[in-house]
């Protein structure tokens, strides 16, 4: 069983900072990506950032700039830090991972996700 864990959501007015955090434990035979993703109401799922094991990163074109991922391998934790917040990034947050391949958009492993919403 793998249990993903995020924290860090909020309330925060527009312009202003969040860092998301995602823990994972059970049993992972490894972690190869792992991802934030989004949901707006109304919204398809979307992919915000994502990282490799190797650190290699990709990033939304709508976030570029002002979010950044990045990882701690030895605590199977990513985290998410999110400046510049718009009211248009009012979504709930969902980490993921891929523990099977390299792909970008495939992702086994699912948290429950977190609330960020930004006031204007």
């Known amino acids: 069983q793998v249990q993903l864990v995020e924290s860090g959501g909020g309330l925060v007015q527009a312009g202003g900072s969040l860092r998301l955090s995602c823990a994972a434990s059970?049993?992972?035979?490894?972690?190869?990506?792992m991802a934030w993703h989004r949901q707006a109401p109304g919204k398809q799922r979307e992919l915000v950032a994502a990282?490799?094991?190797?650190?290699?990163?990709k990033y939304a074109e709508n976030v570029k700039g002002r979010f950044t991922i990045s990882r701690d391998n030895a605590k199977n934790t990513m985290y998410l830090q999110m400046n510049s917040l718009k009211p248009e990034d009012t979504a709930v947050y969902f980490c993921?991972?891929?523990?099977?391949?390299?792909?970008?958009?495939?992702?086994?492993?699912w948290g429950q996700g977190t609330q960020v919403t930004v006031s204007s």
């Open positions: 990282i490799t094991i190797g650190d290699s990163t």
């Open positions: 059970g049993s992972i035979s490894s972690i190869n990506v």
């Open positions: 993921a991972i891929n523990s099977w391949s390299s792909n970008w958009y495939a992702y086994d492993y």
